[in-house]
C-alpha cells in the first residue's frame, strides 16, 4: 500500500518541486516576464484571462478529440488489415512508414487551400499525425499472434476470421491503450501546430496572438492548458486501460 501511495503521489512532488524551483530561479535572478515569466506570472495571467483561454481551450480541446476518434477508426482498420495478412502487411507497411515520416506541418499549407482556414485544417492535422501510432500497434497484436496457438485453433476448428476477432483483437487491446495513449498526445501537438497558422481560434492562435503583443505570461498559461488536457486524456486512457485489461497486467509489478 505504501508503494502504491508513493507511486500516486510522486509526481506530483516533482511537478511542485520544479515549480518551486522555477519560481526561485526568476526570482533570485531577475528575469525578465517578457523574456521567460514566471509561474506566479503564468498563473495571475490564467486567472486574469480565464474565460479567454477557456473558450480557446473547447475548441482546440474538441477538434483535436474529432480528429482523434477519425485516427481512431483508420488506425484500427489499417491496423487490422496490415496485421491479418502478410501480404498487406508487405505491400502497406513499408508506404505507411514513408509517409509517417513526412513533417506533418509541411501539410497544413496544403490543407488551408483545400479546406479554407478553420476547423477543416486542424482536425486533419490531428488525424494525420495521431493515427500511425495506432495502426501500428494493432498491426503488431495481430501479427505477433503464436503460431503454435492459431494451429490448435486450427485443429479445433477455427476459421482465420475467428482466430483473428476472437482470439487477435481481444489480445492486441494492451497494444491498443498503449497505442491511445501515445496518439492522444501527438493530435494536441497536431491541432495547436495547425491553429498556429490556419486558425482564428484555439490555444494555437492563442499562442501566436499572445506571442506577438509580448504577453509570454499569457503564451504559457496556453502551453500549461494544452499540457493539463493532454495529461488528463492520457489518464483517463490509462484507467479504461486498467479496467478492461486488467488480465494482460496481472502479477506485473507496475501495476
Given at each position: 500500500?505504501?508503494?502504491?501511495q508513493?507511486?500516486?503521489?510522486?509526481?506530483?512532488?516533482?511537478?511542485?518541486?520544479?515549480?518551486?524551483?522555477?519560481?526561485?530561479?526568476?526570482?533570485?535572478?531577475?528575469?525578465?516576464?517578457?523574456?521567460?515569466?514566471?509561474?506566479?506570472?503564468?498563473?495571475?495571467?490564467?486567472?486574469?484571462?480565464?474565460?479567454?483561454?477557456?473558450?480557446?481551450?473547447?475548441?482546440?480541446?474538441?477538434?483535436?478529440?474529432?480528429?482523434?476518434g477519425?485516427?481512431?477508426?483508420v488506425?484500427?482498420?489499417?491496423?487490422f488489415?496490415?496485421?491479418?495478412?502478410?501480404?498487406?502487411?508487405?505491400?502497406v507497411?513499408?508506404?505507411?512508414?514513408?509517409?509517417?515520416?513526412?513533417?506533418?506541418?509541411?501539410?497544413?499549407?496544403?490543407?488551408?487551400?483545400?479546406?479554407?482556414?478553420?476547423?477543416g485544417?486542424?482536425?486533419?492535422?490531428?488525424?494525420?499525425?495521431?493515427?500511425?501510432?495506432?495502426?501500428?500497434?494493432?498491426?503488431?497484436?495481430?501479427?505477433?499472434?503464436?503460431?503454435?496457438?492459431?494451429?490448435?485453433?486450427?485443429?479445433?476448428?477455427?476459421?482465420?476470421?475467428?482466430?483473428?476477432?476472437?482470439?487477435?483483437?481481444?489480445?492486441?487491446?494492451?497494444?491498443?491503450?498503449?497505442?491511445?495513449?501515445?496518439?492522444?498526445?501527438?493530435?494536441?501537438?497536431?491541432?495547436?501546430?495547425?491553429?498556429?497558422?490556419?486558425?482564428?481560434?484555439?490555444?494555437?492562435?492563442?499562442?501566436?496572438?499572445?506571442?506577438?503583443?509580448?504577453?509570454m505570461?499569457?503564451?504559457?498559461?496556453?502551453?500549461?492548458?494544452?499540457?493539463?488536457?493532454?495529461?488528463?486524456?492520457?489518464?483517463?486512457?490509462?484507467?479504461l486501460?486498467?479496467?478492461?485489461?486488467?488480465?494482460?497486467?496481472?502479477?506485473?509489478?507496475?501495476?
Amino acid at each position: 500500500m505504501k508503494q502504491r501511495q508513493l507511486e500516486l503521489w510522486a509526481p506530483w512532488v516533482l511537478l511542485v518541486a520544479f515549480v518551486v524551483l522555477w519560481q526561485v530561479i526568476c526570482s533570485a535572478f531577475n528575469v525578465s516576464e517578457f523574456i521567460f515569466p514566471s509561474p506566479a506570472r503564468i498563473w495571475s495571467q490564467m486567472v486574469e484571462y480565464r474565460a479567454l483561454i477557456a473558450g480557446h481551450a473547447w475548441r482546440t480541446l474538441w477538434v483535436t478529440m474529432a480528429g482523434f476518434g477519425i485516427a481512431i477508426v483508420v488506425g484500427v482498420m489499417l491496423g487490422f488489415l496490415i496485421g491479418s495478412s502478410r501480404l498487406a502487411y508487405a505491400a502497406v507497411y513499408p508506404l505507411m512508414t514513408a509517409f509517417n515520416a513526412l513533417p506533418k506541418a509541411a501539410f497544413v499549407p496544403i490543407l488551408v487551400v483545400w479546406f479554407g482556414i478553420g476547423v477543416g485544417p486542424a482536425i486533419l492535422t490531428a488525424f494525420l499525425i495521431s493515427f500511425f501510432p495506432i495502426m501500428v500497434n494493432i498491426a503488431t497484436g495481430l501479427a505477433t499472434l503464436e503460431p503454435e496457438l492459431e494451429d490448435v485453433l486450427r485443429v479445433l476448428g477455427a476459421r482465420r476470421w475467428d482466430v483473428l476477432v476472437k482470439v487477435g483483437l481481444p489480445r492486441s487491446m494492451p497494444y491498443f491503450y498503449a497505442s491511445l495513449k501515445v496518439a492522444i498526445t501527438l493530435a494536441f501537438v497536431g491541432t495547436t501546430v495547425s491553429e498556429m497558422t490556419a486558425a482564428n481560434e484555439g490555444i494555437g492562435y492563442l499562442l501566436i496572438s499572445a506571442g506577438s503583443a509580448m504577453q509570454m505570461g499569457l503564451a504559457f498559461a496556453g502551453l500549461v492548458v494544452i499540457g493539463a488536457m493532454a495529461m488528463l486524456m492520457y489518464e483517463l486512457f490509462s484507467l479504461l486501460e486498467k479496467h478492461t485489461t486488467a488480465w494482460a497486467h496481472r502479477g506485473s509489478q507496475w501495476h
